[in-house]
């Protein structure tokens, strides 16, 4: 059995109210609730050992510098990779992948090929296209199917010689749908090219093991897996993190600086220029600490269930339209016809229900499907299918009042 109700009393935030009914929080794919132990983690840092890392010789910074490069050894542990300085601290996601972007501006040429997916974020497209215009790279893009999947046998056919890189999410955080990635991976490696994984909407679901996917780099938030804002991870194969420049200038990031010449520092501490979001980094580590208490084979299980229940109940609403039907996490992306979806998330929220509705960051998915957006809920393993009772029962209510 799935311990839910230890588990949502573990949720502050799940006991508060909006418009005067309890809140049902669906927006999970946008940003995760943060449970009492990672709240008690941020409390205990400024309460009591908050200082600077990495040069103090005093205790403070000492314990400060133990806890953040301990958060370190758990992320790694969690995403299975190699070495501990193959994990970059970032501010998220969207940093990440600034970082590699901005790197590439100096190894790309003119004429090599970057692919990326037709089911991305944009925070994944916008990058490769100011390192395109920047290097005269070509951006080539895998199409999508009707039913939200990778038209994988376009993408065998993209791969040339003078492909450099692929760039794909793990999951789509518009649908849901569930890329397969280690086959993308080892068709992008047979002809020398490096790999771009967004990890962002995949991290709350899954647990992704970095030497299995053989990935080159893999990005994510911390925020979406139950941790704080303004921190993530790069993880990069130590090769491609020695090969690329570092991305910012600054302190921190330099072995030694005169006026003439600064040689950098080595791995990890290059690519972290700056005072980092301490507190968050150390955050993240409880929040994986958390979920790996409860288990990512549990969550999935239980998510799963959530989805089944949620599409079943959903689908009997006459006119709605569920986008993305592959194997996915438990996102739910729907219309219903002839009523726009932001006029059904008002109500929604009116009646305590927080979705998601627009285009989420990813405009060509709603381009193919030739839509102005969709609503979205998204479910994580605090959620309870009563709550998805409460969603139903409110999507009819605002069918009823809009049509
Ligand atoms: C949320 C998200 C991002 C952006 O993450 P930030 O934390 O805003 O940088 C990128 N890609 C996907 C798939 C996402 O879900």
Redesign the pocket.
């Known amino acids: 059995m799935f311990p839910i109700e230890r588990i949502r009393a573990d949720f502050p935030i799940l006991q508060r109210t909006v418009h005067g009914k309890p809140l049902v929080y669906f927006d999970n794919?946008?940003t995760s609730q943060t449970p009492q132990m990672v709240i008690d983690a941020i409390v205990e840092y400024y309460s009591k050992y908050n200082a600077n890392i990495h040069r103090g010789v005093h205790t403070l910074s000492q314990e400060a510098t133990d806890k953040y490069e301990e958060a370190r050894l758990k992320i790694q542990k969690h995403l299975n990779a190699a070495k501990a300085y193959e994990i970059i601290f970032t501010?998220?996601?969207?940093?990440g992948?600034n970082m590699v972007a901005s790197g590439f501006s100096e190894l790309l040429k003119s004429g090599d090929e970057v692919i990326v997916s037709a089911l991305?974020?944009h925070?994944?497209i916008v990058p490769w296209q100011m390192l395109c215009q920047k290097t005269g790279g070509v951006l080539k893009v895998i199409p999508m199917l009707d039913n939200g999947t990778l038209d994988m046998d376009a993408y065998e056919n993209l791969v040339t010689s003078k492909t450099k890189l692929v760039f794909c999410?793990h999951?789509?955080?518009a649908l849901g749908t569930i890329n397969p990635i280690k086959k993308l991976i080892a068709k992008a490696h047979a002809v020398g090219a490096a790999v771009l994984i967004?990890g962002?909407?995949a991290a709350p679901h899954i647990k992704p093991d970095m030497q299995d996917l053989d990935a080159d780099f893999y990005v994510l938030?911390a925020?979406?897996i139950c941790g704080p804002?303004g921190v993530?991870v790069l993880y990069g194969k130590e090769a491609w993190l020695q090969k690329l420049p570092p991305y910012q200038g600054g302190g921190e990031m330099i072995e030694t600086v005169t006026f003439e010449k600064t040689t950098y520092a080595g791995l990890p501490h290059k690519f972290e220029a700056g005072t980092p979001n301490i507190c968050g980094g150390i955050a993240f580590g409880a929040a994986l600490d958390y979920m790996n208490a409860i288990g990512f084979d549990a969550i999935a299980a239980y998510e799963h269930e959530l989805l089944a229940y949620g599409t079943e109940k959903l689908q009997e609403i006459e006119g709605l339209r569920i986008y993305g039907t592959a194997d996915k996490t438990a996102v739910i992306s729907f219309n219903i016809e002839g009523i726009h979806p932001y006029d059904i998330g008002a109500i929604l929220d009116k009646l305590g229900v927080a979705v998601r509705t627009g285009h989420h960051?990813a405009q060509p998915i709603m381009a193919f499907y030739n839509i102005p957006g969709t609503v979205r809920a998204s479910f994580a393993f605090y959620n309870t299918k009563a709550e998805i009772d409460v969603l139903v029962a409110a999507v009819k209510k605002a069918q009823m009042m809009l049509s």
């Not at 501010?91 to 940093?95: D, E, I, L, Y």
């Open positions: 794919a946008a501010a998220g996601t969207t940093h992948i991305e974020h925070s994944n999410n999951v789509s955080n967004d962002a909407q938030s925020h979406k804002t993530g960051c």
